[in-house]
Each structure stands twice: as structure tokens, then as C-alpha cells.
């Protein structure tokens, strides 16, 4: 059975800082897997999606990284903005269906 | 484009009683369908999932139901609520086969049951 966690829980930083977010999943046989963000009351945005045979992927200020092996990602977010406060899910593709982590609840102050 | 819609956006409901929510998908065809709870502090949790028309496969055991009775249509039932279904429901939808699928979600429902 996957499980997939995510540390922290919360995290509150001010503005400006760069800051790294943690996934951990138990079965390295994964498809894919993907970080979202979640804007309280709302739906899922697809942020990144790292295919099983890469390494990272890239968009703006957003760098995802994945080890398979070790069954981790990370999501490495640059010069942190308020706008960026959310809450954020890694979820991996395991067999036929997602599934998600916790969440990061993250803070960014002005 | 894809949209996906969910209605209503906001639901509360007394202990027993009934349970419809519904999500449609425009702009694709034969897409994976998904419903997923996500309970107050807690990640998202798998309800059901569909392949096509009238299949559906149920990943937890609980008072809901699912049906797809059209191809972008999947409606999320139950015939007694209880408190513990209480959440925010959100339904998805991926692109059917490959291995390079994600998934868009719709807005999502937030029921209460009191």
C-alpha cells in the first residue's frame, strides 16, 4: 500500500525567503507524481509533474525535484511571495489512481 | 478547453437525510472520473473512480455511492447522511490511458451535515 507524507505540516516565512517543501512516499513504483496548490475553499492546481524517469522539473520560481529510489521529492519555491501562501499537495500516480499527502500549509507575511 | 463544474458549491444537510452532488466534464471525451473527500485537517481521500460509463470502482467502504450515467457526467449519492460525512468533496478528471496523466480538479463541494 502507498503512503505519502509531507513535512512540514505548516510553515510561516516572511516575504523574500526561499523555502523547500518535503514529500515522502513508501512504494518507489510510481508512475508519476505531481505537486498542487490549494487556495483555502477551492479546488486542486496542478503546479508540476515529474514523469517516473526524471529528475526535476521547472516553472518560474518553482523547482521540483524527485529521488525514486529514496521515495522523495522536494518543491523549492524561490524569493517567496504572500501571494504564494496556500495550502500544497504532492500526490503520487501508484497503479491506477493518485494518491495525495497531507499538505504543506504554507504562510508567506508581508 | 476542459472545464469541470461541481454544484452546489455549498450544501447543508441533516443527519439522514439525502445526498446528490454532481460534476460534469465539457471540452473532452472518455475521461477517468474521480470524487475525493477531504475532511477538515486530513489529505484527500479516494472515494470512487471511473473508467467509462456505468464502471465504478469504490476504494473505501462508507454510506456513498457513485454513477456515471453519462460519459462526463458522475454524480456522488447517499440515501442517509451521517455527521461523519461531513467535507469538502472535489471531483477530477484525467485524460483516459498513458502513463503521463494528471489530473484537473473541479471546485469542489463543501457539505455539512448537522
Known amino acids: 500500500k502507498q503512503e505519502v507524507t509531507q513535512i512540514p505540516a505548516a510553515l510561516s516565512v516572511p516575504e523574500g525567503e526561499n523555502l523547500v517543501l518535503n514529500c515522502s512516499f513508501t512504494?518507489?513504483?510510481?508512475?508519476?507524481l505531481q505537486w498542487f496548490r490549494q487556495d483555502p475553499g477551492k479546488g486542486l492546481t496542478s503546479l508540476l509533474l515529474?514523469?517516473?524517469?526524471?529528475r526535476e522539473q521547472t516553472s518560474g520560481r518553482l523547482n521540483a525535484s524527485l529521488d525514486k529510489s529514496s521515495g522523495r521529492s522536494t518543491l523549492y519555491i524561490a524569493a517567496s511571495q504572500p501571494g504564494d501562501s496556500a495550502t500544497y499537495l504532492c500526490?503520487?500516480?501508484?497503479?491506477?489512481?493518485?494518491?495525495f499527502g497531507p499538505g504543506t500549509r504554507l504562510s508567506v507575511l508581508p | 478547453s476542459q472545464t469541470i463544474h461541481q454544484w452546489p458549491a455549498t450544501l447543508v444537510q441533516p443527519v439522514g437525510s439525502p445526498l446528490s452532488l454532481e460534476c460534469t466534464v465539457e471540452g473532452t471525451s472518455n475521461p477517468n472520473l474521480y470524487w475525493y473527500r477531504q475532511a477538515a485537517g486530513r489529505g484527500l481521500q479516494l472515494l470512487f473512480y471511473?473508467?467509462?460509463?456505468?464502471?465504478i470502482s469504490s476504494e473505501v467502504p462508507q454510506n456513498l455511492s457513485a454513477s456515471r450515467p453519462q460519459d462526463r457526467q458522475f454524480i456522488l449519492s447517499s440515501k442517509k447522511l451521517l455527521l461523519s460525512d461531513s467535507g469538502f468533496y472535489l471531483c477530477?478528471?484525467?485524460?483516459?490511458?498513458?502513463?503521463?496523466?494528471?489530473?484537473?480538479f473541479g471546485p469542489g463541494t463543501r457539505l455539512t451535515v448537522l
Open positions: 515529474i514523469q517516473s524517469s526524471q
Open positions: 471511473s473508467v467509462g460509463i456505468g464502471q
Open positions: 512504494d518507489s513504483a510510481i508512475y508519476n
Open positions: 477530477a478528471w484525467s485524460p483516459r490511458g498513458g502513463i503521463t496523466d494528471t489530473q484537473y
Open positions: 500526490a503520487v500516480l501508484y497503479g491506477q489512481n493518485f494518491v
